[in-house]
């Protein structure tokens, strides 16, 4: 199946090809729940749309230089009433406060620059996977990604693991970033991996604004980790094996049957 822009988040390519946010949606260490993984694959449960998503996608249509047909696609972005009707929400009149802060930062437009939105696919692990770079740079041996996030402090109890985490392990930005680099070097045909980036711009007041970069031994600890949980994903993707249900996400309650009853005990929170 070959991707393009219309196609790439279509049910077809998320049936043919693994990507990043599948890979999560199925390994319950980063939140994923199986059995809501599989129902999205067969076309029966979709994610409601949030509006942290939209402010996302807005930020990264500026980094596209898409910007505007992106606001005139998305009637959503605009009050329909009151006073204000007519003009951006406000929560969009703040990212472009985000996009002002990127704007006027050398080094975000250094980091961004580049081909925009780039579609790859790669074999990994046994099966198919895509990606898309939000800004390559081959050249230069960098590729970045851009993120809008609430903040980037805050920490997270990983109960598997019984240690915090912060945001980049959370979200899983290591992983995405490491499967980035190796579809890109096994597309490229090159030894090395390039030097992965992400841009962090907060939605705070005024916004706080990071740019990092990731090692090589970030990327192989990654890619161990994905190693570690990718032949269940693939089992249960593939119909080997029966999903399981996490009975926490939103799905799972939608979906719920009590089928035993539960000791008090089993709602220990650590
Ligand atoms: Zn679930």
């Not at 406000?90 to 006027?104: A, G, Q, R, Y």
């Not at 895509?130 to 997270?156: C, H, N, R, T």
Request: hydrophobic residues 35%.
């Amino acid at each position: 199946m070959k991707l393009n822009k219309d196609n790439y988040f279509s049910l077809e390519a998320n049936r043919h090809y693994m990507s990043v946010s599948q890979f999560k949606d199925f390994a319950p260490p980063f939140g994923g729940c199986e059995a809501r993984a599989m129902a999205k694959l067969r076309g029966e449960y979709e994610e409601p749309e949030k509006t942290a998503f939209l402010e996302g996608k807005y930020v990264h249509a500026w980094n596209e230089g898409t910007l505007p047909e992106f606001k005139a696609e998305n009637p959503d972005l605009y009050s329909s009433q009151g006073k204000t009707a007519g003009q951006l929400k406000s929560n969009f009149k703040h990212c472009n406060t985000m996009i002002e802060v990127l704007e006027s930062d050398p080094l975000v437009m250094k980091a961004l620059a580049g081909e925009k939105e780039v579609i790859m696919t790669g074999e990994l692990f046994g099966i198919p996977w895509k990606v898309m770079l939000d800004s390559y740079q081959p050249e230069v041996g960098l590729f970045a990604d851009l993120k809008a996030l609430k903040e980037i402090d805050g920490k997270w109890w990983n109960k598997e693991a019984q240690v915090y985490e912060n945001f980049l392990e959370h979200y899983g930005y290591i992983v995405q970033m490491a499967v980035y680099a190796e579809v890109e070097r096994l597309k490229s045909g090159r030894e090395q991996w390039l030097i992965p980036h992400m841009v962090v711009v907060t939605k705070q007041d005024p916004p706080d604004h990071e740019v990092m970069y990731f090692d090589f031994d970030d990327i192989e600890r990654a890619l161990n980790i994905i190693r570690n949980h990718i032949e269940r994903v693939k089992e249960v993707k593939a119909g080997l094996a029966e999903s399981v249900r996490c009975e926490k996400c939103e799905y799972c309650r939608l979906t719920k049957k009590i089928t035993r009853i539960k000791h008090s005990s089993e709602f220990a929170l650590y």
